[in-house]
Structures are given as structure tokens and as C-alpha cells.
């Protein structure tokens, strides 16, 4: 008798956990965000101008004096792949608006070398 009290409470702890649980109301849904505005226009200069930027960001790069010698060959690797890329499209003298969209290109990754000259001159990067 005193087992079938065991289960009879144990299914009635079961069955008011499984009403409680039909019963409980989600919360109302999140309300959406503002949308976000979106990024002003970029100022650039030619074609020209921007990518002798980024070829200047790059050798302060590799004066950052935390690289090592294989960070150094790798980085005078894209500057050589870079001065190779310019000379063929200044030589094909594309239309202007690819003429912008690779002055932004260059713009880009100008902005990134100058981040990664500052993540440099703070320290050598952490041995493994």
C-alpha cells in the first residue's frame, strides 16, 4: 500500500508539472531595432593617389621593427604582387567607375595595413 502511494504521488508531481508547463505563456516577441544608417560616403581620392597609399602603408609595415624575417619576405611579396597589379591597371586605363571601385579597394586595405601596423608596434606577436 505504502509503494502505491509512492506512485500515485509521483504521478501526481508528473501531472501538475505537465499542466503547468501547457499553461505557462511565452513572452511577447522582442521589438525590432531602429535599422541602422548607413556609412557616409567615402571621400576618395583617384585611383592613383589611393593605391600609393596602400603601397605606403605597407613599407611602414614592414618597418615595424616586432616582425620577423619571414613576416618581412612575405610582406615584400605583396608589395611586389601589388606594384605589378597597379602598372597593369593604370596600363589598361580602366572606365571610371572601376577606376572608383578599386581606388575603395585600395582604400580598404590601406585602413587595414594601418590597423595591423598599430597591432605590431604594440608588441611581438605571442609565441604558440
Do not use: Y
Not at 8 to 26: H, Q
Amino acid at each position: 500500500m505504502a509503494q502505491w502511494r509512492r506512485v500515485t504521488a509521483r504521478g501526481s508531481f508528473l501531472l501538475g508539472g505537465l499542466l503547468i508547463a501547457c499553461v505557462r505563456k511565452d513572452p511577447p516577441p522582442a521589438k525590432p531595432a531602429p535599422p541602422l544608417p548607413a556609412d557616409a560616403e567615402l571621400t576618395l581620392e583617384s585611383m592613383q593617389i589611393e593605391c600609393d597609399g596602400m603601397l605606403g602603408a605597407l613599407a611602414a609595415f614592414k618597418a615595424c621593427p616586432n616582425h620577423e624575417d619571414k613576416d618581412r619576405d612575405g610582406i615584400d611579396a605583396w608589395v611586389e604582387r601589388a606594384n605589378r597589379d597597379f602598372a597593369s591597371s593604370r596600363k589598361a586605363n580602366p572606365e571610371p567607375n572601376a577606376q572608383k571601385a578599386i581606388a575603395a579597394a585600395c582604400r580598404k586595405a590601406t585602413d587595414s595595413v594601418k590597423a595591423a601596423t598599430e597591432r605590431c608596434a604594440a608588441g611581438p606577436r605571442p609565441k604558440d
